[in-house]
């Protein structure tokens, strides 16, 4: 199943857009509904707010008076633990339990709507971030004339929220609502039929994204770091303590006139950890399956037809979004080349020329993209030495590794 974040800062329309995504197919978890749900009558986390914060939380009714609670908690940090330490689970559980029931009943697409997300630090938890964008204005005056907020209260909440930018750096999809509600729908509608579904699709089919067969090259492009943060910390949520190192490497990471395709490196301790059954498990959840048939790297330089430069290899789902990821060990040679290359050309623009050089002098020969990679090989071999005496004179050493590299 398709797992999505919905935010959106407050009075943005993140309700309508899940309204809408409901509609089409989707299941549903609203985090503010099952945060209400899990203080109702009768429920156990109800009996341990009133033991920690006694009956003045509670109203002549019995029921919990949230305002008063809301009151005790706010700008009293262990206070604020406390409650979320008794609510969070319960939470968490409900929210694990539905998708888990959705996923069982064969539905494609799990929607968390989740106003926090950002606030949370949560984007890397779900397969795609899907943001409503509403410019604060406009949402102040819906929040004031459809809700009856006063607003200064509506200026003052979205304060405290995230900022717009925040919000924006995580999003896989920036749905804009500042037009009319028939526009917003038209514009889900439109997510739904040319994202989310063949996102869904690939995901269930393990079906890696398709990269153009032609070898297109492309001018740098601002995005490209973007993209490949908010892949990056998939990774390293769906690997935590599997992976060691996570790191955008190849031309879109220099950043250099290159193919659209956002490749990655996942440093593992040892490769057999690579192999093992969570990381095989986690990155096929995560929509990155493995393809079994390239098990090296070309050694580089000196070491070549020396050395196996072993790695595993895996490509995204997402058809929107190619990634490669490389898996290599820590401190490997082929781990520490992939850094040292990327570092490389980001430094040296006479680099970044003579690479861009070779690549449209093998783009005119007509190669396809499959043909592409193994005809570069010659330009590595050649700038080997190059490479290796700027990481001497520069005292380089690959980042994000731990401890000393000894290169
Ligand atoms: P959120 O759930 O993000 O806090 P809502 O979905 O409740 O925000 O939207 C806030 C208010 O704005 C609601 O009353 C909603 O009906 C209204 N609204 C949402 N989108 C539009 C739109 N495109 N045009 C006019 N009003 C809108």
Known sequence: MLHIGLTGGIGSGK???????????????????????????????????????????????????????????????????????ITHPAIWRRTAQT?????????????????????????????????????????VRRLVEDRGMPEAEARSRIAAQATDAQRRAVADVLLDNNGTPDDLVAAVDRVWRERLVPCADHLADEVPARAPQDLVLEEPDPEWAATAARVMARLRHRLEGLAVTVDHIGSTAVPMYAKPIIDLQVGVASLEDADSAPFVQAVRE???????????DTPKGANRGRQRWAKRYHLGTDPAVPVHVHVREVGSPGWRWALLLRDWLSAEPGARADYRAEKERLAAAGLRRAEYAAAKEPWFDS?????????????????GAPGPTGA
Do not use: N
Not at 53 to 64: E, K
Not at 286 to 296: D, L
């Open 15 to 85: 309700s309508s857009v899940s309204r809408r995504l409901a509609e089409l197919g989707a299941v549903i978890v609203d985090a503010d509904v099952l945060a209400r749900e899990v203080v109702e009558p009768g429920q156990p986390a109800l009996e341990q707010i009133r033991e920690r914060f006694g009956d003045a939380v509670f109203g002549a009714d019995g029921a919990l008076d949230r305002p008063a609670l809301g009151r005790v908690v706010f700008g009293d940090p262990q206070a604020l633990a406390a409650l979320e330490g």
């Open 99 to 139: 998708f888990a029931a959705a996923r069982a009943s064969g539905t494609r697409v799990g929607v968390h709507d989740m106003p926090l997300l950002v606030e949370k630090g949560m984007a890397g938890e779900y397969h795609l971030v899907v943001v409503v964008d509403t410019d604060e204005d406009t949402r």
């Open 286 to 296: 995560g929509g990155w399956p493995r393809i079994e048939a390239i098990t090296e």
């Open 383 to 399: 700038v080997h030495e190059r490479v290796e005496a700027w990481a001497c004179e520069t005292g380089w050493s690959p980042s």
